[in-house]
């Protein structure tokens, strides 16, 4: 019997009689074809995200555990806090000369810290040179950031012919001297914050390049790495989402570190003159009182203690950072 309709359901005819291969074949609809959705997969990113922010989670309280880097970070947001409210505290001009030369701090209440040779408020120039130097420290790590990971970035990836003349090119910068280069750089062009700013960052930025170059030497050769390159990534995928986040642990304690020697690097330059003259900061405060320093030692020690706190405050957090970032720590995390 090849063909049984016993009745009809809802007008429809039901066949009971079997279906053939091939009329099963026509009657089922096409599969979907497969397809490669690697990471976007909903749950490899749910996996993926939740360990990101656990190992996030085990960072963070082991760098609220060192109190050492709580210290300094309570020491930097005090600095940065009183750089945002200098125009509020202080809207003068801080060059302004306001009452009588050499009030010592205590003596008048109007003046905490006391003024300078020229009757300038000694705190009015601390809180205003705190501006400059973390406005300085902070712009000249980040160009030398973005110019160092974006060299040794390539070096390291591609390797080669490539890596050999941009190892040479870095090789040039590191045969000179930083701060002899610093200087040159500033007394050739004007000496402006931007100035400052910018040859900081070009003495800066080959330590960086070759951290990076280093670190994408050894990632580039892992497992996941190639899986990347076996699944048709491009170059700039790897770079960006394969390697440079597991690169960045050391490039972040740097970073610290950094900060603070751009900080030295432009209070060195404005104690020998080299700064912006129309702004103030701490190290043309200590030139200034250079001269008077036997007589008016606090002229030279308040920002000079501004400096110390600050640089030790970086330092701290870098070594927080770097207790936090280290794969060596992972077992006590």
């Known amino acids: ?142 160009l030398g950031l973005t110019v160092g990971i974006a060299m040794g970035a390539v070096a390291g990836y591609f390797g080669g012919l490539i890596d050999d003349v941009l190892v040479k090119f870095i090789e040039i910068f590191q045969t000179i001297p930083s701060f002899v280069l610093l200087v040159v750089l500033v007394a050739i062009a004007q000496p402006t914050t931007g100035t400052v700013t910018i040859a900081i960052a070009i003495v800066s930025w080959p330590t960086v390049a070759r951290l990076t170059r280093a670190e994408f030497r050894a990632i580039r050769e892992k497992d996941y790495v190639q899986a990347a390159r076996s699944l048709g990534f491009g170059h700039a995928r790897i770079i960006f989402r394969e390697i440079l986040p597991n690169a960045l642990p050391p490039l972040i304690v740097t970073s610290s570190v950094m900060v603070a020697s751009a900080i030295l690097m432009e209070s060195a330059l404005s104690f020998m003159g080299l700064g912006d003259p129309n702004r103030v900061s701490w190290g043309s405060m200590i030139g200034a009182g250079r001269d008077v320093i036997r007589t008016a030692w606090y002229l030279t020690a308040l920002p000079g203690l501004a400096i110390v706190f600050t640089v030790l405050s970086l330092n701290l957090i870098g070594d927080g950072l770097n207790d936090a970032l280290n794969p060596r720590f992972s077992e006590d995390r």
Request: zero cysteines; a positive charge.
């Open 1 to 142: 019997m090849n063909s049984q309709k016993l009745g009809t359901l809802a007008g429809q005819a039901i066949d009971f009689a079997p279906q053939t291969k091939v009329e099963r074949d026509q009657a089922a609809p096409e599969a979907p074809k497969p397809r490669w959705t690697h990471i976007h997969a909903p749950d490899v990113r749910a996996s993926v995200s939740g360990t990101a922010w656990r190992g996030m989670r085990r960072e963070l309280k082991v760098f609220l555990g060192n109190y050492n880097a709580l210290f300094g970070t309570g020491i930097l947001l005090l600095v940065a806090l009183s750089a945002l409210l200098a125009p509020l505290v202080f809207p003068g001009d801080p060059l302004e000369m306001v009452a009588r030369p050499f009030l010592w701090p205590g003596q008048n209440p109007a003046y905490p810290l006391g003024t300078d040779s020229m009757g300038r408020n000694v705190l009015a120039g601390i809180v205003h040179g705190a501006r400059i130097s973390l406005t300085v420290g902070l712009a000249a790590t980040a």
